[in-house]
């Protein structure tokens, strides 16, 4: 094929893609479900974001971005969602009349699957849509092996092929799950009624400050090695594990290796925009604030040093979080001054991944001055680069809410 060809049906690509977009969400409205639509087209899981996606979809990895906390509001308030009001699943319980942790875990549950399996849902009909609409036909000449099968990646001609959906704010999940746990069920300090009532006023009459404060300061946090915490977390992230696994992609059988699900915390820098849908939570964060971002502990709730940070993030279960297990962490340049230093970094590393089997590590190096005088010097700092997540960026090209939330990470030291 002459490279002009090639170009033109790229080009043709691009138009046939707003085409496809339409096309998907008439499968969406021929559905006879309609309440499954509202359930996942209202979260922004599947209107909005799959589409976006779809433009940085590689032949491994297609990004659906779920948000627990927002889901753990829902399962708490008996299957509407608390941002749109709409109903997302059939309602397994009202978090004000709970009787006890338990009965929380087991809506949590099935709310969680039964979201996940209307994901599904509407990942396989943007693929197939795709798959007829949009061949991308130059990033399937540059994946291994489309061109020796005769097949585009969306017809399953990658050698490998799965799909990952990336799930934020575990942080908060954990948080908000362990101060349920300990203040409202274990030592009866907030009844369940109290706590939703400060929810819904997001914190705002000093009684509910109050609360928010105890959820904030009297609670156990992820990130500090503490297991009262880390294995609530792992025990209700296996409910959407276990879900997700048992759908396939739609070329599943087609010859990719593969052609499975899995989960991932990957979640670049969305944790910003997913925060801004998602209301108060029960980790006392306000509405429209942050969620945490990938699997990295929620802003200064990590006490204990970047080794506490390591032997959380290696309880999840990482093995079944392919998709990426992404951790953020910043230090100073003072603590890498000496050769000394250095290697104590390299050695912590060394033993994260040889001992604590762990996925991903990722590092800024910089003083939170220089992030500040950035933002309010842009032009003397033209050159200064972060990492944000799973890529660098200049800095003064992010937005300030995302700039705020890199400035917000704890900083470690050794």
């Not at 934020?168 to 349920?180: K, Q, T």
Request: glycine share 8%; proline share 4%; hydrophobic share 40%.
């Amino acid at each position: 094929m002459e490279w002009q060809q090639l170009a033109a049906l790229c080009a043709d690509g691009v138009e046939r893609f707003y085409h496809a977009v339409s096309v998907f969400l008439a499968v969406i409205e021929a559905r006879d479900d309609g309440d499954a639509r509202q359930h996942v087209l209202a979260d922004g899981d599947g209107m909005r974001e799959i589409p976006e996606a779809e433009l940085i979809r590689d032949a491994c990895v297609f990004l659906v971005l779920r948000r627990f906390p927002r889901v753990l509001l829902c399962a708490m308030n008996d299957g509407i969602d608390l941002t749109s009001g709409k109903r997302f699943t059939k309602g397994y319980g009202k978090f004000s009349e709970m009787k006890s942790y338990d009965e929380l875990l087991a809506a949590w549950d099935k709310t969680v699957r039964e979201m996940t399996r209307y994901s599904v849902i509407v990942e396989n009909a943007i693929d197939k849509a795709s798959e007829r609409d949009v061949p991308d036909i130059l990033c399937s000449t540059l994946v291994d092996d489309c061109i020796g099968r005769g097949k585009t990646i969306k017809e399953g001609g990658a050698v490998y092929d799965f799909i990952s959906g990336l799930q934020v704010g575990i942080a908060n999940m954990a948080d908000s799950l362990a101060a349920i746990k300990k203040l409202v069920f274990d030592e009866k300090r907030i009844t369940p009624a109290e706590l939703w009532d400060a929810i819904l006023d997001d914190f705002t009459t000093p009684a509910n400050q109050r609360i928010q404060k105890m959820l904030i300061e009297d609670a156990p946090k992820y990130g500090n090695d503490d297991d009262s915490v880390d294995e609530l977390v792992v025990e209700a992230y296996d409910s959407y594990l276990d879900e997700i696994q048992k759908y396939p992609n739609t070329r599943h059988g087609r010859g990719p290796i593969g052609g499975i699900r899995y989960g991932g915390t990957s979640s670049i820098s969305a944790n910003v925009g997913q925060g801004m849908g998602t209301m108060a939570t029960p980790d006392g964060r306000k509405a429209h604030e942050p969620l945490a971002e990938g699997c990295s502990p929620a802003h200064n709730a990590d006490k204990h040093g970047p080794t506490a940070v390591f032997k959380s993030v290696s309880k999840l279960p990482t093995e079944k979080i392919t998709g990426g297990v992404l951790l953020n962490q910043k230090m100073t340049p003072q603590m890498l001054a000496s050769g000394e230093d250095k290697r104590k970094l390299e050695m912590l590393i060394g033993t994260f991944f040889h001992c604590l089997h762990g996925y991903h590590v990722q590092y800024n190096i910089v003083l939170r001055a220089t992030l500040l005088d950035a933002q309010a010097h842009p032009e003397k700092h033209k050159d200064l680069i972060v990492r944000v997540a799973g890529y660098s960026a200049f800095f003064n090209v992010l937005s300030k809410k995302t700039q705020d939330d890199i400035i917000g990470r704890t900083e470690q030291s050794l």
